[in-house]
T-cell receptor, first 114, second 112 residues
Framework: AQSVSQHNHHVILSEAASLELGCNYS??????LFWYVQYPGQHLQLLLKYFSGDPLVKGIKGFEAEFIKSKFSFNLRKPSVQWSDTAEYFC????????????FGTGTRLKVLA | ETGVTQSPTHLIKTRGQQVTLRCSSQ?????VSWYQQALGQGPQFIFQ???????GRGNFPPRFSGLQFPNYSSELNVNALELDDSALYLC???????????FGPGTRLTVT
């Protein structure tokens, strides 16, 4: 069965610290990969996505992610976090077949201290 | 271009009641998927509708049902509500068998 694991459930950082959130997925076929952010009281917003091509993808607000196929990983990074990055981050995959339904990880709650 | 909209924003129901949630898809999209996001969890796929028919279902009981209308809008119906049905219900629209889905703001359902 398809699954997505996010290893860090809660992360606390000081402003200007670097961020890396882990995401591993389990699926044997071709997948698309996504990172979404959910700010307090707001809806899911797409940070970045990977469909094919360059495994290093850049998204909004200075975020980037690297797809490592051999490790089934798609880790999210940001060199210097800001207080406004406080939010919950979800990794998601969908298979390039069938319903293209999203499988989400359980999320990582990031708190950035000013 | 109008994004995905959902109504109502919040809803409080009593255990055993029935509820209907509504979703209007983004302009040009013909497929609607519904997800349940329980507190502290990631969204879980409930089902998807395309051409007014269910096109795939997650691990949810039959009391979760849906409809899609000719204008591609959709409803999620939940019968015999249980306390565990309390969650944020998300609708996402897309073109059929296209990679990316666009999410609405959700309906927060509280069952007491």
């Amino acid at each position: 069965a398809q699954s997505v694991s996010q290893h860090n459930h809660h992360v606390i950082l000081s402003e200007a610290a670097s961020l890396e959130l882990g995401c591993n997925y389990s699926y044997g076929g071709t997948v698309n990969l996504f990172w979404y952010v959910q700010y307090p009281g707001q809806h899911l917003q797409l940070l970045l996505k990977y469909f094919s091509g360059d495994p290093l993808v850049k998204g909004i607000k200075g975020f980037e992610a690297e797809f490592i196929k051999s490790k089934f990983s798609f880790n999210l990074r940001k060199p210097s976090v800001q207080w406004s990055d406080t939010a919950e981050y979800f990794c998601a995959v969908n298979a390039q077949s069938g319903t293209y339904k999203y499988i989400f990880g359980t999320g990582t709650r990031l708190k950035v201290l000013a | 271009e109008t994004g995905v909209t959902q109504s109502p924003t919040h809803l409080i129901k009593t255990r055993g009641q029935q509820v209907t949630l509504r979703c209007s898809s983004q302009s040009g999209h013909n497929t609607v998927s519904w997800y349940q996001q329980a507190l502290g969890q990631g969204p879980q796929f409930i089902f998807q509708y395309y051409r007014e028919e269910e096109n795939g279902r997650g691990n949810f009981p039959p009391r979760f049902s849906g409809l899609q209308f000719p204008n591609y809008s959709s409803e999620l119906n939940v019968n015999a509500l249980e306390l565990d049905d309390s969650a944020l219900y998300l609708c996402a629209s897309s073109l059929f068998q296209v990679n990316e889905q666009y999410f609405g703001p959700g309906t927060r359902l509280t069952v007491t």
